[in-house]
């Protein structure tokens, strides 16, 4: 039977295979069931003109809880890549941490579907909503990966 | 009339105003006519499991090309916002500079559309292509911007 | 203050201006509070290659039940217009009553984003996901529309 | 070696499989080396209010193009389905044919990318601009499947 990561395994992920989420700072906060909550903390070198969060860190913020949610289903997809990502921006978000949530859309044996809901820390409406695809590992990519 | 950046102008916007496209040494090579040229070396810092070049950043400099074809025909439109973004990966990039070429779809008076095809440099087959809308900043809005 | 359609005018919307949606049969459950329900009974004229309902009327009954959620909460906006729209497919729908759930993510000035969840009639899971961008006409436009 | 239909052939599709292609009148203009040309004749049971064409119809010729395109590489992919699209919309069409453009921006084992630009007729700015993936069958899918 198919196994997925604990958040400790995952944030392992982060902070030796993702450069982008460790620079940001990016923390698992739970994982499992098919959804997952990641937090990045607010920082300045983030602000784009207007004094808000650039789009690009959102994006990368999306895509790191897709990969979570995707990882906590099934351990061995560590190559599993993105194949598509679609984001809305919702609102500026404020100078503040963004929590992420990532929810299982659908996993199949090649795809797996998955979105993503973003707010600022404390506040009840999202920021941004992204939805987005990753092509899961074959069998024989996922024996050749090196599963931390 | 409307005038739009120069390619030196934007270079301007990139380096004091987007962290992320400075940290990563994002250079405008050609901007005018709806179109634009952004070309971001490679790093280190950028890479993924399975050595290629992480998703948040191609998607950082899709985002960056079409706030280059916007400003190069709004030069005053600075607070204008990505209000979508979807993007394909196609192939794994090499680690190599990639080169992202983009296409103004269209101007309206609210929204701008715009294509961006990617290319690992030296390359024929693109490794991503996204499409967006940007929100353009209303009259008042952008007389009060700080148009460098 | 601002109203919105009932489930009763929506679907005078649909009867009479929908020609796609009423060639269906769609049919609103409910609407109100950012969110609708529309039902589309199944036709054999739905099918595609494997006898699933073919993606376009899917596409179709996804933008219907966004439209009612930009109703629901602008009575004013029937001169609204679908800006852009993305669908993930997610399994094959059985050939049975498709069940679509939409719920407002963002109702600006100018533009609404709304989520949509699309269910086979009696399963838990879902057949398709979309997110979508309302352009919402401006004051002068709608004060010349035709609303019911 | 892996041969496409032609475009005789996938009329013959569109035709006998696809309900909605075959009411709205699709025809195939040209076909192959990994592009697709589809027009769509103007009815007056496509249109929406305002006058002008549906959304949905206007999907609905997107997905079929990036079908023909498919169809054009792999012949025996006739089980291939949609996995996922995104279209903005550019301009309200106008009560014209349409005139839709496919292009191939990845063929891969399981997956297909394509592009797709669509006109009035006659008109030099696009109407519409789409993109999306196609999830190709395997091998004993394909073998299964009735190709025409």
């Known amino acids: 039977m198919q196994h997925g990561m604990t958040a400790e ?3 392992t992920v982060i902070d030796r295979m993702l450069p982008f989420g460790q620079g940001f700072g990016f923390k ?19 602000t ?5 969060i650039a789009g690009p860190v959102t994006m990368g913020l999306a895509d790191c809880v897709m990969y979570a949610v995707v990882l906590g289903m099934k351990r061995d997809a560590v190559m599993a890549v993105t194949s598509n990502l679609s984001i809305h921006f919702l609102r500026a ?21 998955v979105e993503v809901t973003m707010y600022s820390e404390g506040e009840e409406e999202p920021v941004a909503h992204a939805t987005g695809t ?6 024989s990519q996922a024996e050749g990966s090196a599963v931390p």
Do not use: D
């Open 93 to 113: 978000p404020k100078p503040a941490a963004i929590i992420a949530e990532g929810k299982l859309l659908r996993l199949g044996r090649r795809l797996a579907v």
């Open 134 to 139: 990753y092509a899961l590992p074959t069998q």
């Open 28 to 46: 698992i906060e739970s994982l499992g069931h098919g959804r997952a909550v990641v937090r990045m903390p607010f920082s300045p070198v983030m």
């Open 9 to 11: 395994e995952f944030q």
């Open 48 to 52: 784009r003109p207007g004094g808000t």
